[in-house]
């Protein structure tokens, strides 16, 4: 059933991309807990997300999951178009919130990189958010609020993360010309940078590797890894109104990590 953050939510719909799991699946969770209706999107596991679909509606907002690659640009127009549809289906046109959390994993180095995965890191973490953004802002309302996903890896330098780091700061940066240009429609950007966070992501190496969880429990200050409880909430949180005033920064969720 609707919380009691429902009344001050009202009629609100977000679009989160990569909901189906991890992170942006606890993101849709936590909006449902506010009362805020989503359409997810998945890439390939429709029944992930129909998992998620049937865990909004006992909250009280039910959510419509969407296939999508966020890396096939040629495809966004007519994601637009099924995103215009669904939104008739909630009885709405248009959209309030938006979070671009969908990505991959690259564990490339500077010695290992090649240029297919340059482009495919590319494709997905900018110019997958700089396209799709672009694409949906005419189905989006004045007054929304987006929040791109980042990560530690853009203010920490790792070992294998040559690629994947550069990429994500890529996204910080655009976040501020976003929060710029977005101003006249009073559509405030942020960006959420998660530290390590246990889930299936780069192939669930920081959940399932004993070795690598103690590593980044050993280096956070809160002194264990993440979860997508800790991060879910927070993006909630940021596009609420009670967040209303703040605009173009960039927050870390990783309970202290290498500080």
Do not use: C
Not at 24 to 45: E, M, P, Q, Y
Not at 103 to 108: K, N, Q, R, V
Not at 188 to 203: E, K, R
């Amino acid at each position: 059933m609707a919380t009691e953050h429902a009344d001050v939510a009202g009629n609100k719909i977000a679009v989160v991309t990569g909901g189906s799991r991890g992170i942006g699946r606890n993101t849709v969770i936590s909006l449902a807990k506010r009362g805020v209706r989503s359409i997810l999107t998945f890439h390939s596991n429709q029944a992930e997300a129909d998992k998620v679909v049937a865990l909004t509606a006992d909250l009280g907002a039910p959510a419509i999951a969407l296939q999508l690659d966020t890396g096939n640009a040629a495809s966004f127009t007519d994601f637009s178009d099924r995103l215009a549809r669904a939104l008739a289906e909630m009885t709405a046109q248009r959209f309030d919130y938006l979070v671009n959390n969908a990505g991959t994993s690259s564990a490339a180095s500077l010695a290992t990189g090649t240029e297919a995965e340059l482009d495919l890191q590319f494709g997905v973490h900018f110019k997958g958010v700089f396209l799709l953004t672009q694409t949906l802002l005419p189905l989006m309302n004045d007054g929304g609020r987006i929040v791109n996903i980042s990560s530690g890896l853009a203010r920490v330098a790792m070992n294998g993360r040559a690629i994947y780091g550069p990429m994500k700061a890529a996204v910080e940066s655009l976040t501020r010309y976003m929060a710029l240009e977005l101003g006249p429609r009073r559509i405030a950007v942020n960006v959420v940078a998660p530290g390590a966070i246990a889930t299936d992501f780069s192939g669930g190496v920081v959940r399932d590797n004993p070795t690598v969880n103690k590593m980044v429990a050993d280096h956070t200050a809160l002194g264990r890894v993440g979860v997508p409880e800790d991060v879910g909430p927070v993006i909630a949180g940021l596009l609420s109104d009670e967040f209303g005033w703040v605009n173009a920064q960039r927050i870390e969720v990783a309970g202290g990590m290498q500080i």
